[in-house]
Nanobody
């Protein structure tokens, strides 16, 4: 599975971005999906995740209420819409695939395929 993330860029605080991650191959439906981010000098952290059906979503507390994750199985794409962006949202955003139903959707170690990342910079 190859993942291509896009949609990052430079945005002012209070603005919005929509990130996309397209997966190659025909196994998109076999995975649940997540977004993680890594700020300069910090460890990669969980941002949001969506289940196989798309009905269950999970968010880090700091983005809850201003972010939305979704999936489009017909387009092999997972999205992350982020609103009211803050400087602390700055980082490289990675999409990732999770294949084990029993794994923790919030845990970085649960994800087995990773995209290359897209940089989000939020200026104050």
């Amino acid at each position: 599975v190859q993942l291509q993330a896009s949609g990052g860029g430079l945005v002012q605080a209070g603005g919005s971005l929509s990130l996309s991650c397209v997966a190659s191959g025909s196994f998109f439906r076999a995975y649940a999906w997540g977004w993680f981010r890594q700020a300069p000098g910090k460890e990669r952290e969980f941002v949001a995740a969506v289940s196989w059906s798309g009905r269950d979503t999970y968010y880090q507390d700091s983005v809850k209420g201003r972010s939305s994750i979704s999936r489009d199985d017909a387009k092999n794409t997972v999205y992350l819409q982020m609103n009211t962006l803050k400087p602390e949202d700055t980082g490289v955003y990675y999409c990732a695939a999770r294949g084990d139903y029993n794994s923790d959707p919030l845990s970085l170690g649960s994800y087995i395929h990773w995209g290359q990342g897209t940089l989000v910079t939020v200026s104050s």
